[in-house]
């Protein structure tokens, strides 16, 4: 280069450019904020790193950003990782970036903040948008992963409050990279499945940077399109994410989340319990008021007047009857009477015939002799003829 | 695509026992009336007290990259 006769073809001054930049440069790490982020539909990213008197083009290929956690965002600062090339036929150079990180947890927080006030801005978050989530679902759609410890959780507690119910799970990466595509792939699957009656999205605690998918604008978005209602149940209490501002409920934790999605089978029966207690009382209290109404009505003066009259009557009726018994009894007694002197009479008709006749009734010791074996000789008889008695020797 | 569902029989049955709680409640029934729904009622609950304390929790699992070649729709 000292010869300044030489002379070079561009293309032969960029090449030693190149070989110049890329050896000096072959690691390097850069902070600086983004600007102009452009993930390309190849899923290259394209964008520039910039501080307040320099800018620098970055690309950052598919392969190595896959395993960014979060979606980088204009304004956000960060630490990159990379090499610089050059390209030749724009005379351009770039920084190829490996690795990005946020420059500290105060850009997480910084991108979180901004995208919650555009989407807040755009509406996702108003209530008008709120699916109310049923009160006794058929199915529970589950975003999380299945080796989680939210997704045992999940498990224990609809077992315990409502085991009618059966549990859709759609795995999904909860952390780390490709984390919020896969969250919204299994959003979109529960979605297309057709009966899904609600979806838990959830994870257990972690870091910010562990949870930040549910922080991404695509899982905002998907859940905001989900036609079936969302409930979110991410980290624990104090952890605040996009997803829990667009989901229709917000739970503090995985565990929260069911019991949100199920009535509780304890209140079921207690509810069960209290009809038949209460309306067993109601059907005893009718009877009982039936019952009551019945003997009031037995005992109106309606009711008394002729039940006074019955008695009277069948006091008449006593009184005639006994008369009937007595006039009977009187009755009987004479015809008796009659009749025994009649017999008698007859009796007495029929002996006088036969004395007629020549026939003799004949006594001893004041006895009828009526055999000639009983007959005593030596004593007294007296004979009874029709017209007299003779007393004999 | 998401067809209205109709409600699962739990949640009929249910809600049949609420309506009859009111009637009983409220209504002026005839009395036979009364124990008809009221019998109806018990029916119901112990069905439903059945179903409750026999029930075991299902569990699927759905599978599939296909969410992935799902267009937003719409």
Redesign the interface.
């Known amino acids: 280069m000292e010869n300044s006769t030489q002379i070079l073809t561009v293309s032969e001054l960029t090449k030693e450019i190149r070989r110049t930049l890329e050896e000096s440069f072959q690691q390097v790490t850069v902070v600086g904020e983004i600007s102009n982020f452009k993930s390309h539909i190849s899923g290259h990213w394209y964008f520039s790193l910039k501080d307040s008197s320099a800018v620098i083009n970055c690309t950052m290929w598919k392969g190595f950003n896959q395993y960014v956690f979060f979606t980088p965002q204009d304004g956000m600062k960060i630490i990159v990782n990379g090499k610089l090339t050059v390209y030749p036929p724009r005379g351009s150079y770039q920084l190829d970036i490996r690795s990005m990180k946020p420059a500290g947890l105060g850009e997480l927080q910084e991108a979180f903040e901004k995208l919650k006030k555009k989407l807040e801005a755009e509406g996702l978050f108003d209530e008008k948008f709120k699916k109310p989530v049923p009160?006794?679902p058929?199915k529970i759609?589950i975003v999380t992963a299945?080796d989680g410890a939210a997704f045992r959780d999940l498990?224990s507690v609809?077992?315990r409050r409502y085991?009618?119910?059966?549990?859709?799970?759609?795995?999904a990466r909860v952390q780390g990279s490709g984390a919020a595509?896969s969250i919204?792939?299994?959003?979109?699957?529960?979605?297309?499945?057709?009966?899904i009656?609600v979806i838990i999205v959830g994870r257990g605690g972690g870091s910010i940077e562990d949870l930040w998918a549910f922080n991404e604008e695509v899982v905002a978005r998907a859940i905001f399109?989900s036609?079936?209602p969302v409930i979110s149940g991410v980290g624990h209490e104090v952890d605040f994410t996009i997803a829990d501002y667009v989901a229709d409920l917000r739970a503090p934790t995985p565990s929260v989340a069911m019991e949100l999605a199920t009535p509780d089978?304890m209140e079921?029966?207690n509810?069960?319990k209290e009809?038949?207690l209460?309306?067993?009382r109601?059907?005893d209290e009718?009877?009982e008021e039936?019952n009551g109404d019945i003997l009031s009505l037995l005992k109106s003066y309606g009711f008394r007047i002729p039940l006074k009259i019955v008695n009277k009557k069948s006091q008449q009726i006593d009184i005639i009857i006994n008369r009937i018994l007595q006039s009977i009894e009187r009755f009987s007694l004479v015809h008796d009477k009659k009749i025994s002197l009649l017999a008698k009479s007859m009796e007495t008709y029929d002996i006088q015939r036969s004395l007629k006749r020549g026939f003799v009734l004949v006594k001893q010791n004041s006895k009828f002799v009526t055999r000639a074996a009983k007959f005593n000789k030596e004593k007294k008889a007296s004979l009874k003829f029709y017209d007299g008695e003779v007393i004999t020797r | 695509?998401?067809?209205k569902?109709t409600?699962?029989n739990?949640?009929q049955d249910?809600s049949r026992?609420e309506e009859?709680?009111k009637k009983?409640?409220e209504d002026n029934l005839e009395?036979e009336e009364?124990?008809t729904i009221?019998e109806e009622?018990?029916k119901l609950?112990k069905s439903?007290?059945k179903?409750?304390r026999e029930?075991?929790?299902?569990?699927?699992?759905?599978?599939?990259?296909?969410?992935?070649f799902?267009d937003?729709e719409e």
Request: proline share 2%.
């Open positions: 009160v006794f058929s759609g299945i498990v609809a077992k085991p009618l119910v059966e549990l859709v799970i759609a795995p595509e919204v792939n299994s959003i979109k699957l529960l979605n297309k499945s057709g009966d009656d399109k036609r079936v089978a079921i029966e509810y069960i009809f038949l209460k309306s067993s109601i059907i009718q009877i039936k | 695509m998401a067809k569902k409600k699962s739990f949640e249910l026992l009859i709680s009983l409640e009395l009364a124990i009221f009622g018990v609950s439903c007290l179903n409750l029930a075991e929790l299902k569990i699927t699992e759905l599978k599939g990259e296909l969410g992935k799902l937003d």
